[in-house]
């Protein structure tokens, strides 16, 4: 990024945070208001931040308080939550930073929340922004501020952040007929996240790093060897020495240079001309452009990122199997940095990827030789862990080192291939989003019986008490996820429904992913088990996973070949989609549906047309790995537009149950669903056009693992096999 293109983005968002906005201020009354009414009057907030007498205050002694704000030369800052479009932001607190003195580059922070919005991350995020002001702005060598221990919820963020405890000051404040002491605390530049991105930030731009004026951390500390000095003896002579020297590293230089361009470029066309293997449709490349980020793009990512979330430790690198497993490395951040600004890679043992639900072992034999597996994140996906704070989470991608074609076998690249070959081939773009369907277990694995017991489509029964307190808790972690819901609400008898709002194709299924696991890790964490198993009972409703698929632009994209590309690949799909033994109880009315056709607003066929652009399928539930899924959808809608294939079924608006055979013909709607997986990976064999379409080695090692599946759980009891499938979704 050039520089000045650096500092213009680095200007521009210096006053705000990832929710707020910071600005100066106003001797008036509307200011002065907010510190009365929202600060000074709240008896607990006003006690947790001013160690003084516990004691009411007054409008006069706030107005007071305010104007030695006002005149603070450092700085004194409103903090804002953005209004709506036609409002002004909305005051919520408060910082302030005081110089002592200021030829020691330190000053003191305070700040102060009002109680409607305490417990909801922002005081963690308002003294992110302020170290970053205070280091970044505000010429800064230390941060320091002082906290009451019985303010544990601050000492805690204050810990976080990164502070450290310089000293106590015992039985400081008085509190409840109890001294409390107090802890003074500082930061360092140094010792700061935001410094280290800043090294990073000018590690990427090639800008000197001998310039920093403090030594950095460990991690990323860059070693000088250090030169004896030596008498001047002659100004010539040194002239003399130094044009030598520049004009010996120039030619050393230009001569590396050139040798490593000649080993790339004939690399390269032994590569292309030799082993390349185009598939019949289009060629798959075999480098890492697709994955979108660059080395250098990794860098500005994980800046911004960081730059947004300060008190980020570990991050998550993600993936999910072949058995729609959610599988993760906790890495620390120190490393990930490193990870990121050296091209190191993580490496995988193969049992990773082929490993079947009903034995938990991997598959033996399934290569003819050792495969050394591979982590490529992809730092585009980076996002905070709502659930936990403290971490992120990154999808990855399932490379292989020395494989013919890269990232043959990896789910999530055969769906970025697919948007790619929509975009390039059809100018069309894809949407999409989800509807989540779980139910609520106790530890038993018995269904939770409160006394307000979800009872129904869309009923209020059941979201009265606890379970609308928990539901909203995993609201608010996946809007911290940056993932939006459209709504919730009850499902069928014991089922919670919550629909996720669109979002470009491939991040929406990261957003499923990120989604699905923190359900699961808000309710562990309540003793609940939420499970989104298609058959979570024995006897209740069975769980569905919605999708719902949308083409923008569709440029010269047929609707009824796309729609019939999908149609005719129906059986194969589902292998996909309902990717499990009990997953084909779903083959019914009213869930996946028990024929293959479409229709407007019809829940009962695979289907649902809700517009001309945009369908819900309905044959897929939660032990699908969506990547395999959404991709196969797509590359079997691609298949039709490229085959333009005849849309032989027509908009079906009936019960396809009260229809006789006659009508159905009529409509098109002459096949029955599958009704085993057992059937579904039959159909998934013959379907020769979709084996085209999917990279030979990725579907024979799907459906080996989904074979031993049919044979492992045919021998199991239904409760044997719930019990399994509760242990995984």
């Not at 204050?158 to 015992?170: C, D, L, N, P």
Request: net charge neutral; proline share 5%.
């Amino acid at each position: 990024m050039p520089e000045m293109d650096f500092m213009t983005t680095a200007l521009g968002g210096a006053f705000r945070s990832e929710r707020l906005i910071y600005r100066a201020i106003e001797d008036n009354e509307a200011d002065k208001s907010f510190f009365f009414t929202q600060l000074r009057l709240d008896p607990v907030t006003s006690a947790l931040s001013d160690p003084t007498i516990h004691r009411p205050k007054n409008r006069k002694q706030s107005d007071e308080w305010v104007d030695t704000l006002i005149k603070n030369p450092l700085l004194s800052v409103i903090v804002c939550v953005p209004g709506d479009d036609s409002n002004e932001p909305v005051p919520i607190g408060y910082i302030s930073i005081r110089e002592i003195p200021m030829y020691q580059r330190r000053a003191t922070l305070s700040i102060q929340i009002a109680p409607a919005y305490q417990n909801k991350g922002y005081g963690s995020e308002v003294v992110g922004w302020a170290m970053d002001w205070s280091f970044k702005w505000g010429g800064l060598h230390s941060l320091a501020l002082g906290a009451s221990l019985y303010n544990e919820r601050a000492v805690a963020v204050y810990r976080k952040a990164g502070f450290r405890q310089e000293g106590v000051s015992k039985e400081a404040v008085y509190r409840n007929r109890r001294w409390w002491d107090t802890v003074q605390m500082a930061i360092l530049e140094h010792e700061s996240v935001g410094y280290e991105i800043y090294l990073l930030g000018v590690e990427h731009r090639r800008t000197p790093v001998l310039l920093v004026r403090k030594r950095p951390p460990a991690t990323l500390c860059v070693k000088v060897a250090s030169q004896k000095r030596r008498p001047c003896t002659s100004l010539p002579i040194i002239i003399i020495t130094i044009v030598v020297t520049i004009a010996v590293t120039i030619t050393v230089t230009i001569t590396i240079t050139i040798v490593i361009v000649i080993v790339i470029y004939v690399y390269l066309l032994i590569t292309c001309f030799v082993f390349s293997r185009p598939s019949p449709f289009f060629s798959f490349p075999d480098t890492l452009t697709t994955l979108g980020p660059t080395m250098s793009s990794d860098n500005e990512h994980i800046e911004a990122f960081l730059t947004r979330h300060r008190y980020i430790d570990y991050i998550r690198w993600q993936w999910v199997d072949y058995s729609g497993v959610l599988r993760a490395l906790f890495i620390p951040l120190r490393r990930c940095l490193k990870i990121a600004s050296d091209s190191e890679v993580i490496r995988l043992s193969r049992s990773s990827m082929p490993i079947p639900i009903s034995t938990g072992k991997e598959i033996p034999h399934l290569s003819k030789s050792h495969e050394t597996w591979l982590l490529r994140p992809d730092w585009s996906s980076i996002r905070c862990c709502g659930s936990k704070v403290g971490h992120a989470t990154v999808m990855c991608f399932v490379d292989q080192k020395h494989a013919e074609t890269r990232f043959d076998k990896c789910p999530r690249m055969l769906l970025v291939r697919a948007l790619e070959q929509l975009e390039k081939e059809w100018g069309a773009q894809a949407t999409v989003s989800f509807e989540i369907e779980f139910v609520l277990l106790d530890g038993s694995n018995n269904v939770m019986e409160p006394l307000d017991r979800l009872n129904g489509y869309s009923r209020t029964a059941g979201l009265r008490g606890d379970t609308l307190d928990l539901v909203e808790e995993i609201v608010n972690a996946l809007e911290r996820s940056s993932i939006k819901v459209h709504q919730f609400h009850a499902g069928a008898r014991d089922q919670l429904q919550i629909s996720l709002a669109p979002k470009p194709a491939l991040e929406a299924v990261d957003s499923l992913v990120l989604a699905q696991e923190t359900i699961r890790a808000i309710c562990v964490r309540q003793s609940i088990k939420a499970t989104m198993t298609a058959r979570p009972t024995l006897a209740g409703p069975s769980n569905g996973l919605y999708l719902h698929l949308s083409l923008n632009k569709p440029g010269c994209v047929s609707v009824d070949n796309f729609l019939a590309g999908v149609l005719d690949h129906m059986g194969s799909l589902c292998a996909f989609g309902m990717a499990n033994y009990d997953g084909y109880v779903r083959s019914i009315s009213d869930a996946a549906g028990a024929w293959i056709g479409f229709g407007t607003g019809n829940r009962d066929l695979p289907v649902r047309r809700i517009s001309e652009w945009h369908w819900e399928f309905r044959m897929m539930d939660g032990t699908a790995n969506p990547y395999l899924f959404v991709g196969a959808v797509l590359l079997a809608a691609l298949d039709g537009l490229q085959q333009k294939t005849k849309l032989v079924w027509k908009d079906c608006k009936f019960f396809p149950d009260s229809m006789d055979e006659t009508m159905r013909v009529e409509y098109g709607i002459d096949k029955s669903m599958p009704v085993t997986l057992k059937e579904a990976l039959e159909c998934l064999r013959m379907d020769s056009a979709l084996k085209t379409w999917i990279a030979e080695d990725l579907l024979k090692w799907f459906i080996s693992v989904k074979d031993k599946d049919v044979e492992e759980f045919g021998k199991m009891t239904d409760k044997q096999r719930r019990r399994r499938f509760l242990e995984y979704f």
